[in-house]
């Protein structure tokens, strides 16, 4: 056996806080890139409504 019977929850524990860690991390990218992101958007959609 690899894990003693008391570790046995200790990977999903591991899992779990690499999952929070990446979303948060994913959300502050999308606090930061959001903006930019909107005004190319809106950039393009006011360049092809002008043609």
């Known amino acids: ?3 003693a019977p008391k570790e046995k ?3 999903l524990v591991e899992y779990a806080l690499i999952l929070v860690l ?3 991390v994913v959300i502050a990218a999308l606090m930061i890139l959001g903006p930019i992101i909107g005004n190319v958007f809106s950039k393009v959609n006011s360049s092809l409504s002008t043609v």
């Open 22 to 24: 990446v979303a948060i």
């Open 1 to 3: 056996m690899l894990f």
């Open 9 to 11: 929850g200790q990977g």
